[in-house]
């Protein structure tokens, strides 16, 4: 098909909705910043797959890296002396299409300089009452949560407890027991049983995860099975996902290193690591949280759809 699957109408308010977001952060004196869409590193996580192209550098041909997010290069401009920033970008992701995504999608990542994720959410939330006219959203640990819904607790669980939880609840898969690996069946778990169950009335924000799923946030100097990183839930939908930001250089390292040691675990390609952002957490990152925020699924909210294909103009399928 090579009509517009987003109508006329709605392309006018997704306008509409992007320039009050801009208008939430100039208000606010945060910055608007454009960063590449190629570089030479990319995400090392297990649970992400970046498209990649090969580029004819003078030196020879070298493989670039669509991103995932633009995180890694924001965080370079605050080391570089920026002040609080937000950008709204395309972003990548080589998984397959379907109601709520789009290889190719817009997203919206900001940095906030001196907030922890607490105060973060609390932004997150403010937004989402000005663009979705939400009530004021709920918040419950991630540990709260999968006990309330599962009677699991996920800080000290085995991986025998979560196969007998799947056995019990018929959603055993070959795939996901054969070779049982804790931090998927955790997150397929935490999805099947938890996810659907927040979020219906106002959105709902779960935060300190498992330190395991700490990806590139600061682990909880009171809790140390915990990590400051939150996401936040609306309606069925993953809206957002932040950290409070790890600083430390040498624990990024070895988080990445240990990635992609589970990624060849796992039988998959490790990922180069982006050394330009390991040189700006040596030469210093500031303290920050920072969140990355769907745009398209925004707009499926705000629009009241049901379909990420209804609020972008073309899908994968007819790009």
């Known amino acids: 098909m090579w009509q517009a699957t987003m109508s006329w109408e709605d392309a006018q308010k997704r306008a509409d909705i992007i320039?009050?977001?801009?208008?939430?952060?100039?208000?606010?004196?945060?910055?608007?910043?454009?960063?590449?869409?190629?570089?030479?590193?990319?995400?090392?996580?297990v649970y992400l797959d970046a498209f990649s192209t090969d580029y004819q550098f003078p030196v020879g041909k070298k493989p670039l890296y669509l991103q995932t997010s633009p995180e890694f290069a924001m965080k370079r401009l605050l080391a570089s002396g920026y002040h609080s920033i937000y950008q709204v970008c395309k972003a990548f992701r080589d998984e397959p299409s379907g109601r709520h995504h789009n290889p190719e999608f817009t997203m919206l990542e900001w940095y906030r300089i001196n907030f922890d994720h607490f105060a973060l959410m609390a932004e997150v939330d403010a937004l989402l009452q000005l663009i979705l006219s939400t009530q004021a959203a709920n918040q419950i640990s991630y540990q709260e949560a999968f006990l309330k819904h599962t009677g699991i607790d996920p800080l000290s669980c085995t991986t025998e407890h979560l196969v007998s939880f799947l056995v019990k609840n018929n959603k055993a898969a070959d795939w996901l027991i054969k070779v049982p690996d804790f931090d998927t069946l955790l997150q397929f778990i935490f999805c099947e049983f938890v996810e659907v169950n927040i979020g219906k009335e106002r959105p709902c924000f779960v935060y300190d995860f498992p330190v395991s799923q700490a990806s590139l946030a600061k682990r909880s100097e009171i809790d140390s099975r915990v990590a400051h990183r939150f996401e936040c839930y609306y309606r069925g939908i993953e809206l957002a996902n932040g950290f409070n930001e790890l600083t430390d250089v040498n624990i990024q390292r070895q988080r990445f290193n240990e990635d992609n040691a589970k990624?060849?675990?796992?039988?998959?390609?490790?990922?180069?690591?982006?050394?330009?952002?390991?040189?700006?957490?040596?030469?210093?990152?500031?303290?920050?949280?920072?969140?990355?925020?769907?745009i398209d699924r925004l707009l499926m909210l705000a629009l009241n759809k049901t379909q990420i294909r209804d609020v972008v103009t073309f899908t994968i399928e007819n790009a």
């Open 19 to 45: 320039m009050r977001v801009r208008g939430f952060f100039h208000d606010k004196g945060v910055i608007e910043v454009e960063t590449p869409l190629l570089s030479a590193g990319t995400v090392t996580d």
């Open 263 to 294: 990624r060849e675990q796992l039988n998959l390609a490790p990922r180069p690591i982006d050394n330009l952002f390991i040189d700006a957490l040596s030469s210093g990152l500031p303290s920050c949280s920072g969140v990355a925020l769907g």
